[in-house]
Nanobody, 114 residues
Framework: QVQFVESGGGLVQPWGSLRLSCTAS????????LKWYRQAPGKEREFVAR????????NYADSVKGRFTISRDNAKKMIFLKMNSLKPEETAVYYC???????WGQGTQVTVDS
């Protein structure tokens, strides 16, 4: 059974930083490309970042380039999202996912507010 469990969210001030984590199970983690998505209140879910199975190739939404870093630890079956210089409009629930599967986790809430 494919599962994703996100953690690390919380309340952070504008221009602050957070590091999100995602633990995955139920599929062959080491070859899977994985993504972070986010959904802000009243908005569509949107792509944030992607990392390939080796961890060598990454892609980012234009809005987060230079501020967010996606990484992975295949031994622990985890991916991470380090977020710097957070903006209030980035308040959202953040999710990790393998697009080969329909499954979504519960997400982790990130609130950027002074």
């Amino acid at each position: 059974q494919v599962q994703f469990v996100e953690s690390g969210g919380g309340l952070v001030q504008p221009w602050g930083s957070l590091r999100l984590s995602c633990t995955a199970s139920g599929f062959i983690f080491g070859i899977a490309a994985l993504k972070w998505y986010r959904q802000a209140p009243g908005k569509e879910r949107e792509f944030v970042a992607r990392i390939d199975g080796t961890g060598r190739k990454t892609n980012y939404a234009d809005s987060v380039k230079g501020r967010f870093t996606i990484s992975r630890d295949n031994a622990k079956k985890m991916i991470f999202l380090k977020m710097n210089s957070l903006k209030p409009e980035e308040t959202a629930v953040y999710y990790c996912k393998d697009d080969e599967y329909e499954t979504w986790g519960q997400g982790t809430q990130v609130t950027v507010d002074s």
